[in-house]
């Protein structure tokens, strides 16, 4: 119910700070370390990072809240926890898929605030993690959501280091993407690419700002609003 209301009345809610961090914080530690996490029918963790997602989307008292809380390092252990389950093949229902696609739109969120984003360069599993998350293409969400964090983390030049791939990633990880952001307007309309394809453009730009717009990546802007 919560995260129905944060999600819908993101307006109405955005002056509010959320009072159930203490609580929803303490959910996701449990949760976390719990043994039979992921064998539990109906699992609270993937709900739990949902909601810590929408709040701090919602406002920046929350992304506040939640970093004073020490909420960024904990959530960051329930990343580490699932991401160590996933495979390239792995279902995109399971819950170890579902936390960590909550989780890099979460910490993507967070990059707009500058005190959460000095916590997360000070942890750099939180960037290894994201990094790996562009490697499961069975989780396409996953994927998308990936990109979208490592381009918010690119707006802040300390972050932008960190995630700014050395010659190996980029050549057998990033550049799929990147070569998809640049050929986006030859893309047929219906090609499954072309999510992924929006999803890389801004990531290119920011991680190499000096360009300037191209036909192709015009044509990307106008096709992202």
Request: aromatic fraction near 10%; glycine fraction near 4%; charge should be positive.
């Amino acid at each position: 119910m919560q995260t129905i209301l944060f999600s819908r009345f993101p307006e109405i809610l955005q002056p509010y700070k959320y009072a159930g961090y203490p609580m929803l914080i303490r959910t996701i530690e449990m949760e976390t370390a719990d043994d039979r996490l992921f064998a539990k029918p109906i699992p609270l963790l993937p709900a739990a990072c949902e909601l810590a997602y929408y709040t701090v989307k919602v406002s920046a008292l929350n992304a506040e809240e939640l970093r004073r809380e020490n909420g960024l390092e904990i959530v960051a252990k329930a990343f580490s926890r699932c991401i160590d389950v996933i495979s390239p093949k792995t279902n995109p229902q399971e819950t170890s898929v579902q936390v960590c696609t909550h989780l890099v739109h979460l910490y993507g969120s967070a990059a707009l605030f500058e005190k959460c984003r000095e916590v997360i360069a000070q942890n750099v599993s939180i960037i290894k993690n994201l990094c790996r998350c562009l490697t499961f293409q069975g989780a396409p969400l996953l994927t998308i959501g990936s990109l979208g964090a490592v381009s918010a983390f690119a707006v802040d030049s300390a972050l932008q280091e960190l995630v700014r791939p050395p010659p190996v990633f980029l050549f057998f990880f990033l550049l799929p993407f990147l070569t998809l952001a640049f050929f986006f307007s030859f893309l047929p309309a219906h090609s499954q690419r072309r999510p992924l394809a929006l999803a890389s453009s801004p990531l290119r730009v920011r991680l190499h700002p000096s360009r300037e717009w191209s036909g192709c990546d015009r044509g990307v802007q106008r096709a992202g609003g």
